[in-house]
């Protein structure tokens, strides 16, 4: 029993460390082909998760031609 105590304590923390003290986002901008990446701080005034600052993408020919798609780091 102690040992699921602890696996369960372990995963909880995992957890919390991960969703709550990252506030850097790592965005990649697409502008007519072309990629750039930048890294920002998440405004939690604003949004709750990185993901939550994406820009829906607009394909052409299969091409995506403007959009953002951010992601969190973990560091």
Same mark, same amino acid.
């Given at each position: 029993m102690k040992k699921v +105590?602890? =696996?369960c304590a372990a995963c909880l923390m995992m957890a919390a460390l991960t969703t709550s003290c990252n506030k850097r986002c790592?965005? &990649? #901008?697409? @502008?007519a082909g072309s990629v750039?990446? #930048?890294?920002i701080e /998440? *405004? &939690?005034d604003h949004?709750? &998760?990185c993901s939550d $600052? *994406? @820009?829906? !993408? !607009?394909? =052409?020919? %299969?091409? @995506? $031609? #403007? %959009?953002v798609k951010c992601r969190? +780091? /973990?560091f």
């Open positions: +105590l602890c =696996v790592e965005c &990649k #901008t697409y @502008i750039t990446t #930048t890294e /998440l *405004d &939690k949004f709750k &998760k $600052m *994406d @820009i829906p !993408t !607009t394909e =052409v020919n %299969g091409t @995506i $031609m #403007t %959009g969190s +780091l /973990l």
